[in-house]
Every structure is written in structure tokens, then in C-alpha cells.
């Protein structure tokens, strides 16, 4: 079966400091991978997407990036956090139609 | 472009009583539908989804929806809710295969239950 994975869980990052979050899939190949952030009383907003090795489009100007360095493995970073950074992120692969959604990550940004 | 709307940011209700949670959305094509359901710091669970076929789509938990072409709206419901219902809940659409399946996310209802 496919699992999806999210490090870490939780985050406090000072203003200014770089930021990188982890996403991998077990258990399928080539899946597209998708990040979203929730901001507080906000729904989801999408980042980022690839369709595979090294494609990534972003849906958002904003000082994240997005790699996605193995078929499985997607990456968020950012070279200097904002206060507006906070949020909880998730990450999430396509199978068809259906997303599948791991834990998240809650970022604080003081 | 796709959006969604939910109409309700905070929807209180007492056990065992039914609930609405109302979605309408935005599409110039023909959209696939989703409610996913998300538990204080967690991610997202998908609750129930249209395709196409039935207009009336049941899901887990004892959730279910109906999708309105003509009104553009997929709401969702349940006949009576647990404390276990207290969540978060978004409606969501999808756009494929031209947008390669992004979905576009309503702002969420938390529904909270009161014995």
C-alpha cells in the first residue's frame, strides 16, 4: 500500500532563517506530488506541483522553492523565512483522480 | 478558472442532530468534486467525491452529497452527527484533465458537535 510521509511535524523558525520540509511516497511510481499550505482560518492554497523528476510549477509567486531531487522525494525550501511563512503545510500524490494527503507540517515563523 | 465557496465558516450542532455544510463553485467545464475532512493537526481525509453518474454520492462516515449542475453546488450532509464529527471540512474541485488534476480548496467549516 502507498504511504506518504512528512517531516517534521512541527517547526519554529526565527525570521530570516532558511526552511526546508521533506515529503516522500512509498509504495507507487512517478506519482505527481503536490504542496498546499493552510494558513490560519484559511483554506488550502497550492504552492507547488511536478509531474516528476526535476518539473515543478509553481501556482504562487511568493520566496518559496520547490525540488524534487527523486521520484518519490518533494521538497519545500525557502532562503529567508517571512512572518507570512507560518502555516501548516501538506504535502499530498495523485493516483487518478483522488489526492492523498500526509500529516503536514506546522510551521511557526517568530 | 475553478473556485469554490462555502457558505458557512463555523457551523455548531448538538449530538445526534443533522448537519448541512454548503458548497457551491465556479467552473466553465465539466469539474470532479470532493469533500475531504481534516482532525485538529492532521491532514486531510476524503470523505466522499463526484465523478459522474448519481447525483447523490455517499461517503464515509455517514456523510453524503448531492451535486446541482444548475446550481452549482455540492453540499454535503449528515441525518445525525457524533462528538466524533468535530472537524474541519472542505469542499474542493477539480478541473481535469486540462489542469492536470490541482485541486482548488474552499476556505473550510468547522463543524462542532455539543452533547
Known amino acids: 500500500s502507498q504511504t506518504i510521509h512528512q517531516w517534521p511535524a512541527t517547526l519554529v523558525q526565527p525570521v530570516g532563517s532558511p526552511l526546508s520540509l521533506e515529503c516522500t511516497v512509498e509504495g507507487t511510481s512517478n506519482p505527481n506530488l503536490y504542496w498546499y499550505r493552510q494558513a490560519a482560518g484559511r483554506g488550502l492554497q497550492l504552492l507547488f506541483y511536478?509531474?516528476?523528476?526535476?518539473?515543478i510549477s509553481s501556482e504562487v509567486p511568493q520566496n518559496l522553492s520547490a525540488s524534487r531531487p527523486q521520484d518519490r522525494q518533494f521538497i519545500l525550501s525557502s532562503k529567508k523565512l517571512l512572518l507570512s511563512d507560518s502555516g501548516f503545510y501538506l504535502c499530498?500524490?495523485?493516483?487518478?483522480?483522488?489526492?492523498?494527503f500526509g500529516p503536514g507540517t506546522r510551521l511557526t515563523v517568530l | 478558472a475553478q473556485s469554490v465557496t462555502q457558505l458557512d465558516s463555523q457551523v455548531p450542532v448538538f449530538e445526534e442532530a443533522p448537519v448541512e455544510l454548503r458548497c457551491n463553485y465556479s467552473?466553465?467545464?465539466?469539474?470532479?468534486l470532493f469533500w475531504y475532512v481534516q482532525y485538529p493537526n492532521q491532514g486531510l481525509q476524503l470523505l466522499l467525491k463526484y465523478l459522474s453518474g448519481s447525483t447523490l454520492v455517499k461517503g464515509i462516515n455517514g456523510f453524503e452529497a448531492e451535486f446541482n449542475k444548475s446550481q452549482t453546488s455540492f453540499h454535503l450532509r449528515k441525518p445525525s452527527v457524533h462528538i466524533s464529527d468535530t472537524a474541519e471540512y472542505f469542499c474542493a474541485v477539480s478541473e481535469p484533465p486540462s489542469n492536470d488534476y490541482k485541486l482548488s480548496f474552499g476556505a473550510g467549516t468547522t463543524v462542532t458537535v455539543r452533547a
Open positions: 511536478s509531474v516528476g523528476i526535476g518539473q
Open positions: 499530498a500524490w495523485r493516483r487518478k483522480h483522488e489526492q492523498f
Open positions: 467552473s466553465s467545464v465539466s469539474v470532479y
